[in-house]
C-alpha cells in the first residue's frame, strides 16, 4: 500500500493558471454566506486535545484521549538510549523528527502571537502540554551537542501492517545524525522547535526554558558547523516519506530567527542577515509554506523585525526590506494579487488555496496562520501590503485567512467539517490505525500485522474511535472529498495540520468574544 506523505515539495515555482470571474465569485458567495456561524472555541479546544492521539510513550494520568493507551514504551532500547515519547506524526506509528519538531515551532509560535487568546479560551495549559510533550522528547533525543535522533521506525516496514500503537510489531530502529553524518535541516528545525518553546515556557517554567534554549543553541551550532541533508546520510528510510526537498539553508536562517527571538543575541540576527542572500533567504519568492519549505515563515518574521526602531536604523536594514519584499510575494500570492498569473497560489473553484493533491489542508492551514500573523503586523505598523496590482490592507489580509479557516470548518461545497469531530459532518473514515481499530482499552487482545487490514481496514463501517481535532487531508482542487479510508491522500491527517490551524483560531475566537465580528469573505481577482 502506497501512503507516503507530501514528498514534493517544490521550489521551481510551479504554479497553476487563476481561473476567476466576478459572476463564479458572487455564486460562491450566495451560496457560502460569510455570516455563517462556527464555534471557533470549540475548534481550538478540539485541535489541541488532537495532540492527545498522536501521543506515542507512556500516557499520563490526565490523559483525555481514553481510547489510547502506552505504545512504543521500548523506543530506543536496541541503540541504548530512551527514545520513549514524542508524537506519531499521521496515521502510522512511526516517529519522523522533521515533520514533530515543525509542528511544535507552529505550536510554539501560536502560543507566542495568541497565548492570551488562548488562555481567554480556557486551553492555554493545554497548549502547553502539546508542547512539552514534544520537547520532553526532544531533550532526550538530543544525547550529546552533536547528537540528535531523528527517526524511530521506518515508513516501509510500518506501511506493510494495520496495527494500534499499542499493538506494534514493526521496526522500532532508531536513527540518528551526527558529525559524521549530518542533519543540518533536521537540527536546525530542531533547534526552532526548542528556541520557540523557550519563550513559551520564559514566564511559566524558567528552568524549563534555559534547557530548551541550551539545546536549540548547541543544536543550531551543530547544524551549522557540519553541513549536510538528513536524508542523504544516515537516515535515508526517510526519502519516501519526509525528503529535505528544500535542503537545510531554509532551517538554518530558520532557526537563527527564532535563536533571535529568544535570546536577543545580535549574533543570530547577524547570521540571518549576512546568509540571507547565500542560503536564498532574500531571492527565493516562495508560494508555500510546510513542514519542508521555511522560507515564507522565516521572510516573515525576519520582516516584522522593521517594526523596532533599532532594526530599521541598522546597517543591514536593506536586508530586512529584502526579507520583507518576499515576505509580502507569498501574501500576494495566497490574495491572488500578483500580477502574473503564474505567480499566484492556485484555488478550487469555491475558494480553497490548493498546492497540491496530496495533503492540501496542510497548506491551507499554514497560509491563514502567517496571513493572520502578517494582518495583525500591517495593522500594529499602520501598514498596507502592497502588491503587484495594489495595495490591500489589513482587514482585507485576516479576511481570506478567515475564509479559509471557514472552509476547513464547513463553508464548502460538500458542507462537511474537514476537523474531525466538528460539527454534525466531518469524515467517518479518517485514514488511521488507532482510530480505524477497536480501542485497546476495550479490547486488549493482540491484533496481528496484517490482520488489521483484513479485518479493520477493509471495513466500510465509520471508524470506532473519533480521532477529535485532526485535519485531514482534504478535497480535491474541484472541491470533492471522498470519505474512503483508502483514499489517503485525502482522509489522513498530520500534526502539523493542525498546529498552524491552532493560532488562528485561537485569534478567531477572541475577536468573536470582544465583539460578534463578521469580516466578510473577501475575494482577490
Known amino acids: 500500500m502506497e501512503e507516503k506523505r507530501q514528498h514534493n515539495s517544490s521550489l521551481s515555482q510551479h504554479k497553476f493558471p487563476q481561473q476567476w470571474c466576478t459572476s463564479l465569485l458572487i455564486s460562491f458567495l450566495a451560496i457560502v454566506p460569510s455570516s455563517q456561524a462556527f464555534d471557533y472555541g470549540k475548534a481550538l479546544s478540539q485541535s489541541l486535545l488532537y495532540f492527545e492521539s498522536q501521543r506515542s510513550g507512556r500516557l499520563p494520568y490526565n490523559q483525555r484521549v481514553t481510547w489510547r493507551h502506552h505504545s512504543g514504551l521500548t523506543d530506543g532500547l536496541e541503540q541504548g538510549v530512551d527514545l520513549v515519547g514524542g508524537y506519531y506524526d499521521a496515521g502510522d506509528n512511526v516517529k519522523f523528527g522533521l515533520p514533530m519538531a515543525f509542528t ?48 524511530v521506525g521506518d515508513g516501509d516496514t510500518d506501511h506493510y501492517c494495520w496495527q494500534r500503537p499499542e499493538d506494534m510489531t514493526t521496526s522500532r530502529q532508531a536513527y ?55 536524508d542523504e546520510s544516515s537516515v535515508k528510510v526517510v526519502k519516501g516519506y519526509y525528503p529535505s526537498v528544500s535542503g537545510f539553508k531554509d532551517e538554518l536562517l530558520w532557526a537563527a530567527l527564532w535563536l533571535y527571538k529568544a535570546t536577543n543575541k545580535e549574533d543570530y540576527l547577524r547570521y540571518a542577515l549576512e546568509m540571507a542572500d547565500e542560503f536564498g533567504g532574500i531571492t527565493w519568492a516562495i508560494t508555500e509554506f510546510s513542514w519542508d519549505v521555511k522560507f515564507a515563515g522565516l521572510q516573515i518574521i525576519a520582516s516584522m523585525l522593521l517594526m523596532e526602531e533599532r532594526h530599521r536604523t541598522m546597517k543591514h536594514k536593506d536586508v530586512l526590506e529584502q526579507y520583507r519584499s518576499k515576505a509580502e510575494y507569498y501574501i500576494c500570492a495566497c490574495l491572488n494579487k500578483n ?187
Open 104 to 151: 511544535i515551532t507552529m505550536l510554539s509560535w501560536g502560543v507566542i502571537e495568541y497565548g492570551d487568546e488562548i488562555a481567554g479560551a480556557g486551553e492555554y495549559s493545554h497548549a502547553l502540554e502539546a508542547i512539552k510533550w514534544g520537547t520532553d522528547y526532544f531533550i532526550k533525543a538530543h544525547t550529546r551537542p552533536n547528537v540528535l535522533w531523528a527517526e
Open 176 to 230: 540518528k545524525v551526527d558529525e559524521n553524518n549530518p542533519g543540518s535541516d533536521i537540527a536546525g528545525e530542531t533547534a526552532a522547535a526548542m528556541a520557540s518553546a523557550s519563550i513559551v515556557f520564559r514566564k511559566t517554567n524558567p528552568h524549563y526554558s534555559h534547557l530548551l534554549l541550551q539545546h536549540a543553541q548547541q543544536l543550531f551550532e551543530f547544524g551549522d558547523k557540519f553541513r549536510g541533508k538528513y
Open 339 to 525: 500580477s502574473n498569473v503564474t505567480d499566484n497560489v492556485e484555488r478550487t473553484p469555491r475558494g480553497l488555496l490548493y498546492t497540491r493533491q496530496w495533503n492540501n489542508m496542510q497548506y491551507v492551514s499554514n497560509a491563514a496562520f502567517l496571513l493572520s500573523v502578517y494582518s495583525d503586523h500591517l495593522r500594529a505598523s499602520n501598514q498596507r501590503l502592497r502588491c503587484d496590482v495594489g495595495e490591500v490592507g489589513p482587514e482585507e489580509v485576516f479576511a481570506f485567512a478567515k475564509s479559509q479557516v471557514d472552509y476547513i470548518l464547513g463553508a464548502n461545497p460538500m458542507a462537511m467539517s474537514y476537523l474531525v469531530g466538528y460539527g454534525s459532518r466531518y469524515p467517518q473514515r479518517m485514514h488511521h490505525r488507532g482510530g480505524s481499530i477497536e480501542s485497546y482499552r476495550e479490547n486488549k487482545g493482540f491484533i496481528g500485522c496484517t490482520q488489521g487490514y483484513d479485518d479493520w481496514f477493509q471495513r466500510d463501517d465509520p471508524n470506532p474511535n473519533v480521532v477529535v481535532g485532526a485535519l485531514v487531508g482534504g478535497p480535491d482542487k474541484m472541491d470533492q472529498f471522498s470519505d474512503d479510508r483508502k483514499n489517503f491522500m485525502q482522509t489522513e491527517a498530520c500534526t502539523y495540520n493542525t498546529a498552524s490551524l491552532v493560532g488562528v483560531l485561537a485569534k478567531m475566537h477572541g475577536l468573536k468574544e470582544d465583539r460578534d465580528f463578521d469580516i466578510p469573505l473577501v475575494a482577490s481577482s
